[in-house]
């Protein structure tokens, strides 16, 4: 695309060779982040954050939601009760309805913010609705001493979230079809690229294997005998 505006001098020569150089730099998968937020780090990222990013970072770490789909959000998509996000089919990526579980940790944070008259948005600051995180999660970072950047080494930024509910609920034990229906990952190709295997996964698998064969040996010494 850059190469043809270039042709139909729709964009000067530098434009073309900051794009060739970055083209060659990069590499096929390159763009696929395989950052992970651990546990303590997002309690620490959770206590630093200001009030109004507390349940966005929340609701990203619980329930793997994109961010446009949280910064969306409306109170008559929440139910609280119910313990459940519904999102239709016109606020999703893919544009798929689906329901979203809401679990104890993020009920409480989503209860406790204060309901402003006449706004539908559930994310407000100063009585508007927030379209943006950049600059406050950056700065939370910061404080909690957490890397942030998208070209940083080790960096983070708030989609790594949605890495992270992936990973944690593979690790729990939930089937991939049930999470991807939370999700809302289409296809298993797109599944795969949100989670990411770690050396704890690579331990316990052998530990899963010592016990298989355990177990074999069990069994075929008792049927010996």
């Avoid at 780090?41 to 200001?50: G, N, Q, R, V």
């Avoid at 948005?121 to 909690?144: D, S, W």
């Avoid at 983070?156 to 991807?180: C, P, Y």
Wanted: positive net charge.
């Amino acid at each position: 695309m850059i190469i043809k505006a270039f042709e139909n001098d729709m964009v000067g020569g530098d434009v073309l060779k900051v794009f060739t150089r970055c083209k060659k730099t990069l590499k096929p998968g390159s763009d696929i982040r395989d950052r992970i937020l651990s546990k303590d780090e997002f309690k620490a990222l959770l206590a630093k954050a200001p009030r109004h990013l507390r349940p966005i970072l929340a609701t990203g770490y619980y329930t793997g939601m994109r961010r446009g789909e949280i910064l969306g959000l409306t109170w008559d998509r929440v139910d609280l009760k119910g313990r459940a996000i519904r999102l239709t089919a016109d606020m999703t990526k893919d544009g798929e309805a689906r329901t979203i579980p809401i679990c104890d940790a993020l009920h409480d944070e989503l209860k406790a913010i204060p309901r402003a008259l006449h706004k539908s948005y559930v994310f407000l600051f100063r009585g508007k609705p927030i379209t943006c995180v950049r600059t406050a999660l950056r700065k939370a970072c910061k404080e909690a001493g957490i890397v942030y950047g998208r070209f940083e080494e080790g960096g983070f930024i708030f989609h790594d979230l949605r890495h992270t509910f992936n990973t944690n609920m593979r690790k729990a034990g939930v089937a991939e079809s049930v999470i991807m229906a939370i999700t809302g990952h289409s296809t298993r190709e797109m599944f795969d690229r949100y989670n990411r295997i770690d050396d704890e996964d690579t331990k316990v698998a052998v530990t899963q294997l010592e016990g298989y064969l355990e177990n074999v040996t069990q069994t075929v010494t008792q049927e010996a005998v």
